[in-house]
């Protein structure tokens, strides 16, 4: 997975409570990316980086906050997880921010009870 | 605004052809990619194509891009059970920051 880990890579919470993944990357690559997956929909973005401390919205960022303090490390934060949150998280990260070398971490799945 | 439409599910037998089939809405975009998804795994990229081609070969794959009718289509030859996964078509916005997903296909291959 070209150097990306994804920590915890299950998590079961309960509604109302903060959830923070992280997502680590060894290729000193410049963009990381937060996605989740849903039956049906595919991935669809959450927020991405393109650089220390520079982070902009995707399609479905409402309910989630991201932070990104190292350049590899980037955290994504659900301040208080909902059931609609449950999902497949996956991080990606791209050294160009093409999607053409754009490299996927395994995943986290996270259940919102 | 952009959508990519694919169909849930494939099933064929080993050693015939597949095609999965792809629709997208954004005529701008100037790469549209196919990732397969094993189970448990990450998204892996298999092939792209540049948006004034209109079919790219790479060894059991090939890609066919209908611009006109926006229809982008994958075909495994000689399928192999190890070739079981889920197919995702993406396009990739006028900036090409941003990539929006199909639903998936899930391949069955039955020996």
């Known amino acids: 997975d070209a150097g990306i880990t994804q920590s915890p890579r299950h998590k079961v919470t309960e509604t109302g409570t903060p959830v923070t993944l992280r997502c680590h990357q060894t290729?000193?690559?410049?963009?990381m990316y937060w996605y989740r997956q849903d039956p049906g929909h595919g991935l669809r973005l959450i927020h991405y980086?393109?650089?220390?401390?520079?982070?902009d919205k995707g399609e479905v960022s409402d309910g989630y906050s991201v932070s990104r303090s190292k350049t590899e490390d980037f955290l994504l934060t659900l301040e208080s997880a909902t059931s609609s949150q449950t999902s497949v998280y996956f991080c990606?990260?791209?050294?160009?921010?093409?999607?053409?070398?754009?490299?996927f971490g395994p995943g986290t799945r996270l259940t919102v009870t | 605004g952009e959508d990519v439409e694919q169909s849930l599910f494939l099933s064929v037998r080993e050693g015939d052809s597949s095609v999965i089939n792809c629709t997208y809405t954004?005529?701008?975009?100037?790469?549209l990619y196919w990732y397969k998804q094993e189970p448990g795994a990450g998204l892996q990229l298999l092939t792209y194509?540049?948006?004034?081609?209109d079919m790219k070969q790479d060894q059991r794959l090939t890609v066919l891009l209908n611009k006109k009718d926006k229809h982008l289509s994958l075909r495994i030859a000689d399928t192999q059970t190890g070739d079981s996964a889920i197919y995702f078509c993406?396009?990739?916005?006028?900036?090409?920051?941003?990539?929006?997903f199909g639903g998936g296909t899930r391949l069955m291959v039955k020996p």
């Open positions: 990606a990260i791209s050294e160009t921010g093409t999607a053409i070398e754009q490299y």
């Open positions: 290729e000193n690559h410049r963009y």
């Open positions: 980086s393109y650089g220390v401390k520079d982070t």
């Open positions: 954004d005529s701008s975009s100037t790469y």
């Open positions: 194509i540049f948006s004034n081609m």
């Open positions: 993406a396009e990739e916005n006028n900036a090409g920051n941003m990539l929006t």
